[in-house]
């Protein structure tokens, strides 16, 4: 029999911890997930900004933007990802499951954007001369279609996790389509004052507040969808709306992040002649900041469902 | 397997079993044995819940891990390979039996470092990567039991062949009208509980 002597010393020891870590105890309580951090959330939003950005670009042939989106998916997003991976040396394993696995999808995604963003760029920008328009027409919209694809596949690697009821909706992956264009306007807004080329802000504007509002709109039915689906979807919503979340989520991204800008581009549609276009720059770095809010929210409450229900 | 919820006494036996046999360090569980209080007082009701991986039929760890971990056996048993994991862990966020261990950082059980013991585990090795329950497939191979089922001193384990009729764990499933844990999933656990 162990002395209460025996006992003493052994909890006295610097080591000592709960033999069963208090967090396993008890499988009924909702517990947020804890794998993923800061790191994840910026690999998954600079994919979303990168892709945004390029595609915009393509649309209004702008070359600085062409090369800050790839640059931001190649470089920046794999970098992310490979500094959140434990083993990077092993990252290559990652295109192993296609078949199944979402993320090994989005990397085969990565990688044929990584290619042929490669090639467009250097046709659009001129740094290699092409005869055959069809060719760059093709690698145009392979590219293309590549950066919609890294857009969308993080979606699906969400609403993979069947027991994160808030990941799970099919709102999500819609909402993170919508919130990556809207950034790619934001960031297309930012970087345009800086460069030669002229656009038609006002044409530019009008499409940018089309991606706001939609945008708006649908992280309102996510939470009335969610707020409907099972329990751990509720807590999320609950910490998005009132729980811990509540200013970063209230604050930051739907008053900062879409509101405000929502006001300041409509301001700049309404008094277009007036206003300087630098107004939009401002409503595109909010909304930068709160599309990165959005993704940590979105990130940090999953919900898991748990192991036993508590009656 | 089966587990029965009115053997189980929550003696924590099977999670010892488990992590001498699998040598996991401080923090790591492949086996889990919840509390579930029920009722008002004074109708109070503790029960205990044993849990591991559920060896699901459709399991979303193999599904989703993009490098190929996991995988699954002719029979049903889900097996990992460590050496494939890069630390995405996908496989914890779609797992709805939180039956996946990740081995974030490898501490000693005491504070003069790896014990021999230890060091035989190797689990420095497995720093970085995912690990769980693959039904002890050493032990199963070789026509013994997992170390949890034979271990129980209430014989609330039991481990078998589902797709014979005959076999001890089907006829306690049809007797008992075992169920499985978070059925409405999908997945089709391979574990069910004996009411």
């Known amino acids: 029999m162990i002395s209460n002597e025996a006992t003493k010393r052994v909890e006295a020891l610097p080591h000592y911890t709960r033999l ?8 009924s309580q909702y517990k947020t997930q804890t794998d993923w951090k800061l790191v994840e959330v910026l690999s998954f939003y600079l994919g979303g900004v990168g892709t945004g950005l390029y595609l915009l670009s393509q649309v209004f042939d702008y070359g600085i933007g062409l090369i ?20 990077p040396f092993r990252a290559m394993g990652v ?17 044929t954007f990584a290619v042929l963003g490669l090639i467009d760029i250097a ?22 279609l590549a950066a919609f694809f890294i857009m969308a596949y993080v979606g699906f690697v969400f609403a993979e996790a069947r027991n994160i009821g808030f990941w799970n909706s099919p709102i999500i992956p819609v909402l993170i389509i919508s919130y990556s264009f809207c950034m790619g306007y934001a960031l297309f807004l930012v970087l345009a004052p800086f460069t030669a080329d002229q656009f038609g802000y006002p044409a530019l504007a009008r499409q940018f507040l089309l991606t706001l509002v939609t945008t708006t709109l ?5 939470l009335t969808v969610v707020k409907r689906m099972t329990k751990s979807a509720q807590q999320a919503a609950s910490m998005l709306i009132t729980g811990k979340f509540s200013m970063m989520f209230g604050f930051g991204v739907i008053i900062a992040g879409l509101l405000a800008p929502i006001c300041l581009v409509g301001y700049y549609l309404v008094n ?7 107004l939009l720059s401002l409503a595109g770095l909010l909304v930068l900041v709160g599309g990165l809010l959005c993704e940590m929210c979105l990130i940090y409450a999953g919900v898991y469902r748990p192991l036993v229900e508590v009656e | 397997m089966t587990i029965d919820l009115k053997r189980c006494i929550g003696c924590q036996s099977c999670t010892i079993a488990c992590k001498m046999k699998n040598g996991t360090p401080p923090g790591i569980f492949y086996r889990k044995v919840f509390e579930k209080v029920t009722g008002k007082y004074p109708n109070i009701k503790r029960s205990y819940i044993p849990t591991n991986c559920m060896h699901c039929d459709d399991p979303p760890c193999v599904r989703n891990c993009p490098s190929g971990v996991f995988s699954k056996r002719d029979d049903g048993v889900v097996i ?5 994991c890069y630390g995405a862990r996908v496989c914890r966020m779609v797992c709805p039996y939180e039956a996946i261990s990740f081995f974030e950082k490898v501490e000693p059980y005491f504070p003069n470092g790896f014990t021999p013991i230890e060091k035989y585990w190797d689990n420095a090795s497995k720093e970085g990567t995912a690990g769980k329950c693959d039904f002890c497939i050493d032990r199963v191979t070789t026509g013994l039991q997992p170390a949890c089922v034979k271990t129980c001193p209430t014989e609330a384990l039991k481990f078998g062949d589902l797709n014979d ?13 075992g169920y499985q844990m978070h059925a409405e999933l999908g997945t089709n656990p391979s574990v069910y509980y004996l009411p």
Request: net charge positive.
């Open chain 1, 218 to 222: 649908l992280i309102f039915i996510l």
């Open chain 1, 68 to 87: 800050v989106g790839y640059l931001l998916v190649v470089v920046c997003k794999n970098g992310a990802h490979l500094l959140a991976s434990s083993k």
């Open chain 1, 20 to 27: 069963i870590p208090e967090s396993q105890e008890i499988g």
């Open chain 2, 165 to 177: 009729p005959n076999s001890d764990v089907s006829k306690l499933i049809l007797a008992r009208g």
């Open chain 1, 272 to 278: 277009v002649e007036t206003v300087s276009a630098s």
């Open chain 1, 95 to 111: 295109l192993r499951k296609p078949g199944t696995s979402w993320i090994s999808r989005g990397a085969y995604g990565i990688f």
């Open chain 1, 123 to 144: 046709f659009r920008t001129g740094m290699v001369t092409v005869e055959n328009v069809i060719l760059a027409n093709v690698v145009s919209i392979l590219t293309a």
């Open chain 2, 80 to 84: 990992y390979d460590p050496g494939k």
